[in-house]
């Protein structure tokens, strides 16, 4: 824990003029941003006598290292820098806006060929156009069906599109008149994007001109006596007078609006906000936020308008549906100040934006009931989470009293191994901090020094890749002594269980740089190995991991934890305690979980240590482990899966993937191509003499020589083709795995 005065810029050093400042912890990391009138004033404020400070202050203040700040010439600047740098960092005291639920959105693709009307979810597309969100994807679905009887837009997928377009035959919509079967051709592209531009149109809220125009042509069948013309018609003005129904009219004038609500205790707080367009409410979404920083009512309606504005542009009639910055928002707080706010506000939309307290009529009313809203968003997430900040604390404290740790495990990272049978060995590491999963920065590794079975020497490898890359960045960024000695080799111990003596001390600089080599040759042949996600090395980079000392960005494996959970007894956790030892890191505490038991162990002891089993601390360490298991197995998997789709045909020396798809479709299976004759396989077009005397040499030598056998059950495994596969063990228990 840091005394603020060791960093407290000297006097006359911050400017009196606007600006954002970012506080970093020891490790560089930004853990918050905040932004000011004047500088001078407020970052003083924050280093006068830590007892005046509030509660949530003093905790950040004692946990930086440091404070930096940048100069900006106005608030407003000062308010799009720091939007943009909480959106870049994450800081950790920052309050930051979670979404209670991902709230599905009507969303128009006017950016392919045949616009297609769907249910969307998550972060919005270019050139696609969205209403809502609403609560229920099921509102949404009784909405459009009610609109495809007046607008027939396709809403397929791109696969039914392309195979009705293939048998020439439309799906059951276009023949029940709710589409207009583009895929057949019954529509030209340019009359079905005009089809999706009124269908759009009238989402927006141009609701009047289109009924009064279908009234209109109702009333010139019926006068022509075309009666089942105009009772169609009839119909069509029906549907959509319901689908307006669904919007009651809640403001007059057609206004365009957006109200924020907020309710709040000591710890919690939650925002409602309602899009109100056309004087109809068109959308409505919520947020809860943990108070991790001293900010009243003004200071949430700030932070909610940055996160719900700062990646708009333009005005709601530009953006369509309840997107962009309305003429209106309405909220319980002003900002203060509320000019710059009310600036960006304008600058967003390209016009005035209203930005004010409702205080009498239908807005206040409407209000009211947005705030009701909020209150029960608020009481609903604390059922939900039944007191988590509460409990989360309470484990963390119990695991640091059960495993005599100077402070709360505020970082806790979890090792785990899996294989199927010695095939695939691979390992997971999952991140906690704070009690909550942190799955950007979820890693997985391949074993590579050595083949076969040991989880023993297979964690000491895995522990010591992570934390040699931790120093790596410690050296890198100058907070390592150079001329800090480690004694032992770093390899893991050959025989799996001992470590060989080394003769020699080495300096730990060219220690590491003799083997820089190893983890980026590795990263070169298998950019998947340690990534969180299926996405290439690169993503390796950009998120979790050790921070940049220029960006405050995760660069790798820099940020150390305060405690290393292994899945496993005794032996895991005494390889993972050697590994850290070898590599001269005796800040990190180890502990393991074994599952039989639920007992945990600490390196060194010949007693396990027993968690109640109403402990909160030992919840806290089952989901961890239970997490890291999970993930390994995920891991596990695909790449038994990849194994598993690389076929006898892969063999085939100068066979492509077109002629392969070839044989099979016209064998049918690998079986039958197996028993043909070379003539037969010549039949097959683009096969010659030689390229079949080859597939067929080739699958004769890769035969099976006998049925695999499921161990467990003795039944003979088959696989689609009538011939026995490979062991069916499946990893996704621990029984999977052969300890």
Not at 156 to 171: D, E, L, N, T, W
Not at 302 to 310: D, P, S, V
């Amino acid at each position: 824990m840091a005394d603020p005065s060791s960093y407290r810029p000297k006097p006359g050093q911050i400017p009196d003029s606007p600006g954002v400042y970012k506080f970093r912890d020891e490790h560089r990391r930004v853990i918050y941003v905040g932004k000011a009138k004047s500088l001078r004033q407020r970052l003083s404020s924050y280093f006068q006598d830590i007892t005046n400070l509030h509660q949530r202050t003093a905790t950040m203040v004692t946990t930086a290292a440091s404070v930096e700040w940048t100069v900006v010439s106005t608030e407003v600047e000062a308010l799009q820098l720091e939007y943009s740098w909480i959106k870049e960092f994450d800081p950790r005291f920052n309050v930051k806006y979670r979404d209670d639920k991902s709230y599905p959105s009507l969303a128009v693709t006017m950016n392919e060929e045949f616009p297609r009307v769907q249910v969307m979810r998550g972060p919005k597309r270019k050139g696609v156009r969205y209403f809502g969100p609403y609560a229920h994807a099921w509102a949404i679905r009784e909405t459009v069906d009610l609109l495809l009887r007046v607008f027939p837009v396709r809403t397929c997928s791109a696969g039914v599109f392309k195979r009705s377009a293939q048998i020439g035959r439309p799906c059951l919509l276009g023949y029940i008149g709710k589409c207009s079967a583009p895929c057949v051709g019954r529509i030209s592209p340019q009359d079905h994007r005009e089809l999706a531009e009124e269908f759009s149109d009238f989402m927006a809220g141009h609701t009047g001109t289109y009924l009064r125009r279908l009234e209109q042509r109702m009333k010139d069948a019926a006068a022509a006596m075309e009666y089942e013309q105009a009772a169609r018609l009839r119909d069509d003005i029906e549907a959509l007078r319901r689908a307006m129904e669904k919007n009651a009219v809640v403001l007059a004038d057609a206004t365009d609006a957006d109200l924020i609500a907020v309710a709040e205790d000591e710890l919690e707080a939650a925002v409602q906000i309602f899009h109100v367009r056309g004087g109809r409410v068109r959308g409505q979404r919520g947020w809860v936020t943990d108070k991790v920083e001293a900010v009243d009512t003004a200071g949430l309606v700030e932070h909610a308008i940055q996160q719900l504005y700062g990646d708009e542009r333009g005005d709601a009639e530009q953006s369509g549906g309840s997107g962009g910055v309305p003429k209106e928002v309405l909220v319980p707080a002003l900002p203060e100040p509320e000019e710059p706010v009310a600036q960006w506000l304008a600058e967003r939309r390209g016009s005035h934006v209203s930005l004010r307290v409702p205080q009498r009529g239908d807005k206040k009313d409407l209000m009211a009931t947005v705030q009701r809203n909020a209150q029960q968003a608020l009481a609903l997430h604390k059922t939900k989470r039944a007191s988590d900040l509460t409990t989360r604390s309470r484990a963390l404290e119990e695991i640091a009293t059960a495993l005599d740790l100077d402070t709360a495990p505020l970082r806790i990272e979890c090792y785990d191994i899996s294989h199927l049978q010695g095939d695939d060995v691979v390992a997971s590491m999952v991140v906690f901090e704070d009690g909550l999963a942190r799955k950007s920065e979820y890693r997985r590794f391949q074993i590579k020094s050595f083949a076969g079975q040991d989880d023993v020497r297979s964690m000491h490898e895995v522990i010591t890749r992570r934390f040699r890359r931790y120093l790596q960045e410690k050296q890198r960024t100058s907070e390592w002594e150079e001329q800090e000695e480690n004694p032992q080799d770093q390899q893991g111990p050959p025989d799996g269980g001992r470590q060989q003596p080394d003769d020699h001390d080495h300096d730990l600089a060219d220690h590491l740089a003799g083997h820089e080599h190893d983890l980026a040759d590795h990263l070169a042949g298998h950019g998947h190995d340690l990534a969180g996600h299926d996405d290439a090395a690169e993503q390796d980079e950009a998120v979790g991991g050790p921070i940049d000392p220029d960006t405050g960005r995760p660069r790798k494996f820099a940020y150390p934890p305060q405690l290393v959970v292994v899945d496993g007894g005794q032996p895991q956790v005494a390889a993972a305690s050697r590994a850290l030892a070898e590599l001269g890191i005796d800040d990190v505490a180890v502990c393991g979980l074994a599952k039989r038991l639920e007992e945990v162990w600490l390196p060194g002891d010949d007693d396990p240590v027993i968690l109640p089993r109403t402990s909160e601390g030992l919840y806290l360490l089952q989901r961890v482990r239970d997490e890291a298991h999970r993930f390994a197995i995920a891991y596990q998997r695909s790449k038994r899966s990849k194994s598993m789709k690389a076929g006898a045909l892969d063999a085939v020396p100068g066979l492509g993937a077109t002629r392969k798809q070839a044989l099979l479709k016209h064998f049918g299976s690998l079986k039958r191509l197996r028993s043909a004759t070379i003539a037969e396989i010549c039949e097959v077009p683009g096969i010659g003499l030689r390229t079949a005397e080859t597939v067929a040499a080739t699958l004769a030598a890769a035969a099976p020589a006998g049925p695999a056998v499921n161990t467990a059950t003795g039944e003979i495994i088959e696989d689609s083709d009538g011939q026995s596969a490979g062991p069916a063990a499946d990893p996704s228990d621990h029984r999977g795995k052969s300890r």
